[in-house]
Structures are given as C-alpha cells and as structure tokens.
C-alpha cells in the first residue's frame, strides 16, 4: 500500500502560519482595548466637560480605525 | 499671584484658575474656582519611557530582516507605531482627566485608576476643618509642587491632592473660600 506523501513544512512557513495567527490575536486585542478606551473617554468627558472635548473623541475614534487597519492588515498583509 | 476674576491656565493646564468648564454634579449657581493636575514634571517617566519604546523599534528594524519577511517587517511597524501612541494617549488621558476641583461650594477629587475605574470625592467648604500642604525634596521645591491634604469634619471622606502645582497657592485659595 502507498503511502500518501504527507504535506512538509519548511521553518519560513511555520513561522509565517504562526506570525499571522499572532498578528490577528493581537490585533484583535487592540481593536477592544481602543473600543473599551472610546467608552472610557466618554465616561470622562462627561465627567469633566472641557472646551475641546471633541478632540478626544476624534482621537479615540482614530484609534478604533487604527485597531481595524490592523485587523485587516494582520488577515491581508502578512 | 491670578487676579481674581480673570482666567489663568499655567503649567500646561495643571493649575487652571476660573477655567470654562462643566463637571458632572455641578450645581447651577456652582462656580468653578480652581481646578488641580499633577504637575507635568510627574510625567517624566512616561514620556521617557515613550522616548526608549520608540528607540527600542527602530533598533530592531536592523535585526528583523534576519527573520521576517518585508510584509511582516512592515506590519511589526505599523503595530509598534500603534502602541506607542495608544502608551501616549493612556497616559495622557490619565493626567488630564485625573483633577481636583474647587469650586464655590465644594471641593471634588475626581480620581480614574487605570483610566477605568473612576472614584468621585466630594466634600462642602463648610465640612472643611483643615488643609495642610506638603512640599518635601529637591524637585518639589524646584519645581514648586507638592500635595494638599483637605481634612474633613467627622465621617466625612478626607481628599487628597497629590502633586499638584503651587499647593501653598491651592491652601490660600482654599482659606479664602471657607472665610479662614
């Protein structure tokens, strides 16, 4: 009986696979921490309502779209 | 010294006297007299750290190449990029929204601890019984910060300004309000 070949893996591949699969986790974290950082802002907006205040929310929004570039960086990309 | 009824915002906002804004449990005639910050030289660290992050990427761009494809390289980039701003504005969010506040009527300590756990002290001027302010070693006195210690009467929370700017500033300030 034949043996089928099993697919082989050489060290750049493995280290490709696992880097993508790091690079989605880690992104994927980022992304929740900008969104719990978002709400946090709001909270201390509220709290504190200063002249400028939509500037926080401008850059908490940034940093939401930087966490999904990102994200689709870590799936396309890499 | 502030004129009395004119605005003043020194020290990059941290000692901000009769400033425009609103806080939360404001009452409608409550006037805002003084609001606190830790002073910027406490920042230090941070923006040091910030500093050695940032240094810490771009030497290893020279050791990535050995390792990581250009794509990976490139997105390891972006990332560190994006940490390093996030690192910033935690931090800055931390300053800027962790103040004391004198008003006409009271004296509030608005506290976030890690930027997500918030701690609200508020006590009336007439609850005031002591305020003590501490300035201790080189960079205090230099840099004229210290912290203010507001005793309250009876089972009434004690509030602690820790860092601030000008704390003998903030006791007279204070003094005055409660007719002492």
């Known amino acids: 009986m034949e043996i089928q070949n099993l697919p082989t893996f050489n060290t750049q591949e493995i280290i490709a696979i696992v880097f993508k699969i790091l690079a989605i986790i880690f992104s994927a974290f980022y992304l929740i921490y900008a969104f719990v950082i978002s709400k946090q802002t709001e909270v201390m907006n509220k709290a504190l309502e200063a002249k400028n205040n939509s500037v926080f929310f401008i850059i908490s929004s940034a940093q939401i779209t930087i966490g999904l570039i990102l994200i689709i960086l870590a799936i396309v990309l890499v | ?180």
Request: hydrophobic content about 45%; aromatic content about 16%; glycine content about 4%.
């Open chain 2, 1 to 180: 010294m502030e004129n009395n009824n004119n605005q003043s915002h020194q020290l990059l906002h941290s000692y901000c006297f009769r400033p425009i804004v609103r806080f939360e449990t404001q009452g409608v005639n409550e006037q805002v007299i003084l609001i606190l910050r830790a002073h910027p030289i406490t920042q230090l660290q941070w923006v040091i750290n910030t500093f050695i992050i940032i240094i810490l990427l771009v030497v290893l761009n020279y050791i990535f190449p050995s390792f990581f494809s250009l794509r990976q390289i490139i997105y390891i980039n972006i990332f560190g990029v994006a940490f390093i701003l996030s690192y910033i504005w935690f931090n800055f969010l931390s300053w800027f929204f962790n103040v004391g506040i004198i008003t006409s009527e009271r004296i509030i300590d608005v506290d976030f601890h890690n930027v997500i756990y918030k701690e609200v002290t508020a006590t009336k001027l007439d609850k005031v019984e002591d305020v003590t302010s501490k300035t201790g070693g080189y960079f205090q006195s230099f840099f004229d910060y210290g912290n203010v210690f507001i005793q309250t009467a009876g089972t009434e929370a004690n509030i602690e300004f820790m860092n601030v700017p000008k704390p003998s500033d903030v006791s007279r300030v204070i003094h005055d309000l409660i007719g002492g």
